[in-house]
């Protein structure tokens, strides 16, 4: 065989090695690749879910400051509604004085007052 034969055969028998091995270490470049990529856009995505329940449980409270900020008519539920008990503390009524309860009288009073009904 001649010289040229034998490094024509080196030759393509290179390249054909380099098609081999860039062929393999491409598919698993790709592939590791290919997993980063979906595992960032996983990571996108429950992260945008994650923000928006945080958001859409934030925007129920509303802050005392932005209340007292906002301008309302005079007709607006907030002025036409009754006090609420559980916000506005109702007033109590006035404690009575703490006495010595005597049951004779209050039967003698009660007896004054209603009478003869028997």
Do not use: C, N
């Not at 054909?16 to 690749?33: D, K, N, Q, T």
């Not at 979906?38 to 005392?64: D, E, F, N, P």
């Not at 609420?84 to 007896?111: F, G, H, I, S, Y």
């Amino acid at each position: 065989m001649r010289w040229y034969y034998k490094l024509a055969a080196i030759v393509g028998g290179l390249v054909i090695g380099f098609i081999v091995i860039s062929a393999v270490v491409g598919a698993v470049v790709g592939l590791v690749f290919g997993l980063l990529i979906k595992l960032v856009i996983a990571a996108l995505v429950v992260g945008g879910i994650a923000l928006a329940i945080q958001r859409a449980r934030s925007r129920r409270q509303v802050s005392g400051r932005r209340a007292e900020r906002e301008i309302r008519e005079p007709g607006h539920r907030e002025y036409s509604m009754p006090p609420r008990a559980d916000v506005d503390p109702v007033p109590e009524a006035p404690v009575r004085e703490t006495r010595r309860v005597d049951v004779e009288d209050d039967l003698a009073r009660l007896k004054r007052e209603m009478g003869s009904l028997a």
